[in-house]
C-alpha cells in the first residue's frame, strides 16, 4: 500500500469519527445552485464559496470547461435535483493556458510519461511507446480567461436543454488573493431572460 492510500484512508478514519448525522443529509443540494470549476488543487469550492457537505453541486474537470459531459450533469442537477443557480468560475495560472491541442497531441505521440515544462516550454522524457490518439480530442485549452469563461457560460445558455429561468454567473478565481472576481460579460450572457 502508497503511502498516499495510507494517508486517504487514515484521513478518512479522522473524517468517519466526525461524520456526525451528516449520512441523513437529502440527496438534492440544499442551497439549490451548482459550480462548475477547475480541477487545480488550489482551488477548494468548499473555502471559497463557503460550503459544506449538502450545499451545492460541484462539477469539476481541467480548466472547469463547459465540455458535453458538465452541461450532462448541470442538467441533471437542474432537472432532477433542483438547482436554480450555476456558477462558472475559471481561475488564474490555469495549466490550461499553457498548452494547446497540437503540443499535447505531440506529447502524448511521443510517449505516455509524464511531460515537464520549463522555460522552453513543454518536452517529453519518454522514449516512445506513445499514442497518435490525443490528435483526435477537443482538449478545451484556454487563451484568455475571460473569453473562455464567456464562452463556456454562453455554451451553456445556448445549449436547449438548459431552461432560460436559471442565471449562470461567469468568475475567475484569484489564485494569489482567494477573490472571485466577476467577468461581468458572462454574467449578462448568462442572465434570466
Known amino acids: 500500500m502508497s503511502n498516499i492510500v495510507k494517508e486517504v484512508l487514515s ?19 440544499q442551497k439549490r445552485f451548482a459550480i462548475l470549476t477547475c480541477m487545480d488543487a488550489r482551488l477548494v469550492p468548499s473555502k471559497f464559496a463557503g460550503l459544506a457537505e449538502g450545499d451545492a453541486h460541484v462539477i469539476r474537470n481541467a480548466g472547469g470547461r463547459a465540455s458535453d459531459d458538465v452541461i450532462r450533469s448541470l442538467v441533471i442537477s437542474y432537472k432532477l435535483l433542483g438547482t436554480r443557480e450555476w456558477f462558472v468560475i475559471h481561475h488564474s495560472d ?18 505516455l510519461k509524464t511531460a515537464k515544462i520549463d522555460e522552453n516550454g513543454w518536452s517529453d522524457p519518454g522514449n516512445g511507446n506513445g499514442t497518435a490518439d490525443g490528435k483526435f480530442v477537443e482538449w478545451l485549452t484556454i487563451k484568455n480567461q475571460k473569453q473562455s469563461v464567456l464562452e463556456d457560460v454562453q455554451r451553456i445558455r445556448n445549449n436547449s436543454m438548459v431552461p432560460n429561468n436559471i442565471p449562470i454567473y461567469g468568475y475567475i478565481y484569484d489564485c494569489k488573493t482567494g477573490k472571485l472576481l466577476e467577468v461581468s460579460e458572462a454574467t ?3 442572465k434570466v431572460e
Request: hydrophobic share 30%; net charge negative; with cysteine.
Open 188 to 190: 449578462e450572457a448568462g
Open 94 to 111: 490555469c495549466g490550461m493556458e499553457t498548452f494547446n491541442n497540437e503540443i499535447i497531441a505531440n506529447l502524448l505521440q511521443s510517449s
Open 11 to 29: 484521513a478518512n478514519e479522522e473524517y468517519v469519527k466526525k461524520f456526525d448525522g451528516k449520512g441523513n443529509l437529502s440527496m438534492p443540494p
